[in-house]
């Protein structure tokens, strides 16, 4: 009767999943610490909302940082925190619980991701290649003999890889996703427009009028921060346009890892992914255009999968109702 449990442990959310309810948590993978406690006092939307507004004796980390545990500890606590919510505080049986892992994932972070899911509770922990889940999550038949290319954006890595026979024929990662386009838009206001805005602020610049290229009906948008030359509270008004030119680089980066792996690929495998286009997932795939910009950089056509936040997690969810299935092609178990 054990539970099973997917978890998408990402650097900006984590999603978990459960077959047969779908997905259950869906918040950022933040945890709020009372430092002279030593205790964590929040996790998820409560600790996201104190970022930026605590004092020195409370702090608002993420503990996961570009797609790989950065604070061991804290990161065990808020997986155990995720498993107890849905297990309830007095569950008999401990669930099997799969993580997703990034594809460049070092044999030291993926033990550290096993031990932290086991000591948080599991039964059993099992890691998965993200780009494989990504696939199945976006409904791409990876054990067909045949080339797919996805592109998995998160918010702290890149990955790219070519799937055929429900393996990575070749990939390329780099940690470079949504955080670091959320680092260029205040980077640039601070430069260009002498304003200081909080990483939150600029998260919400990226969502309300964020694009990959400038666009023909220009928005404007009002943002607050702090003055550099004043240090007082200021206003001002921020064009839809100025953002292509904030993130050019971060996405430069993105299109370089994607060229790297269309150049590694068989030509067999090339010509199937003319066909049918790459297929881009993850929340940064949210960002307008992208899809546009990526296809006019390479030549190669490109879609954005239906709920790309949800393609990762959806894609443990279908690795767990299959797991005999999927078990010896897909991931190492502890």
């Given at each position: 009767m054990s539970v099973?449990?997917?978890?998408?442990?990402?650097?900006?959310?984590?999603?978990?999943?459960?077959?047969?309810?779908?997905?259950?948590?869906?918040?950022?993978?933040?945890?709020?610490?009372?430092?002279?406690?030593?205790k964590i006092m929040a996790v998820g939307h409560e600790a996201k909302e104190m970022i930026g507004r605590t004092h020195e004796g409370i702090i608002a980390v993420r503990p996961v940082k570009d797609g790989v545990i950065a604070d061991?500890?804290?990161t065990e606590a808020m997986i155990r925190h995720f498993i107890k919510k849905i297990t309830g505080r007095f569950?008999?049986?401990?669930?099997?619980?799969?993580?997703?892992?990034?594809?460049?994932?070092t044999s030291t972070e993926r033990r550290a991701v096993i031990e932290a899911?086991?000591?948080?509770?599991?039964?059993?922990?099992?890691?998965?290649?993200?780009?494989?889940?990504?696939?199945?999550?976006a409904g791409i038949p990876i054990n067909e003999a045949s080339g797919n290319m996805i592109i998995d954006i998160g918010g702290g890595t890149t990955e790219v890889a070519v799937i055929s026979l429900g393996g990575i024929v070749a990939w390329?990662?780099?940690?470079?996703?949504g955080n670091a386009i959320d680092t260029a838009i205040q980077n640039y206001i601070h430069k260009v427009h002498n304003l200081a805005v909080g990483e939150r602020?600029?998260?919400?610049?990226?969502?309300?009028?964020?694009?990959?290229?400038?666009?023909?009906?220009e928005e404007i948008l009002e943002i607050r921060g702090r003055d550099l030359v004043a240090g007082l509270p200021k206003t001002?008004?921020?064009?839809?346009?100025?953002?292509p030119k904030a993130i050019k680089d971060t996405l430069a980066e993105i299109i370089k890892t994607v060229k790297m792996v269309l150049q590694e690929t068989p030509p067999e495998l090339s010509a199937d992914i003319m066909d049918k286009g790459m297929i881009i997932s993850g929340g940064t795939a949210l960002l307008r255009n992208l899809d546009s910009l990526i296809t006019q950089e390479t030549g190669v056509p490109c879609y954005v999968a239906d709920d790309p936040l949800f393609?990762?997690?959806?894609?443990?969810?279908?690795?767990?109702?299959?797991?005999?299935?999927?078990?010896?092609?897909?991931?190492?178990?502890?």
């Amino acid at each position: 009767m054990s539970v099973k449990i997917g978890i998408d442990l990402g650097t900006a959310n984590i999603l978990v999943f459960v077959p047969s309810k779908g997905i259950v948590i869906n918040e950022p993978s933040v945890v709020a610490v009372s430092l002279d406690e030593n205790k964590i006092m929040a996790v998820g939307h409560e600790a996201k909302e104190m970022i930026g507004r605590t004092h020195e004796g409370i702090i608002a980390v993420r503990p996961v940082k570009d797609g790989v545990i950065a604070d061991y500890r804290i990161t065990e606590a808020m997986i155990r925190h995720f498993i107890k919510k849905i297990t309830g505080r007095f569950s008999f049986f401990r669930p099997e619980v799969m993580v997703a892992v990034p594809a460049g994932v070092t044999s030291t972070e993926r033990r550290a991701v096993i031990e932290a899911t086991l000591k948080a509770g599991a039964k059993a922990a099992y890691v998965v290649k993200e780009p494989i889940l990504a696939a199945l999550g976006a409904g791409i038949p990876i054990n067909e003999a045949s080339g797919n290319m996805i592109i998995d954006i998160g918010g702290g890595t890149t990955e790219v890889a070519v799937i055929s026979l429900g393996g990575i024929v070749a990939w390329a990662s780099a940690r470079v996703g949504g955080n670091a386009i959320d680092t260029a838009i205040q980077n640039y206001i601070h430069k260009v427009h002498n304003l200081a805005v909080g990483e939150r602020t600029a998260e919400q610049i990226k969502i309300a009028i964020g694009s990959a290229v400038p666009k023909k009906e220009e928005e404007i948008l009002e943002i607050r921060g702090r003055d550099l030359v004043a240090g007082l509270p200021k206003t001002i008004e921020l064009h839809s346009n100025e953002i292509p030119k904030a993130i050019k680089d971060t996405l430069a980066e993105i299109i370089k890892t994607v060229k790297m792996v269309l150049q590694e690929t068989p030509p067999e495998l090339s010509a199937d992914i003319m066909d049918k286009g790459m297929i881009i997932s993850g929340g940064t795939a949210l960002l307008r255009n992208l899809d546009s910009l990526i296809t006019q950089e390479t030549g190669v056509p490109c879609y954005v999968a239906d709920d790309p936040l949800f393609c990762v997690v959806k894609g443990t969810g279908i690795a767990l109702e299959n797991l005999e299935l999927y078990k010896r092609a897909l991931f190492a178990k502890r």
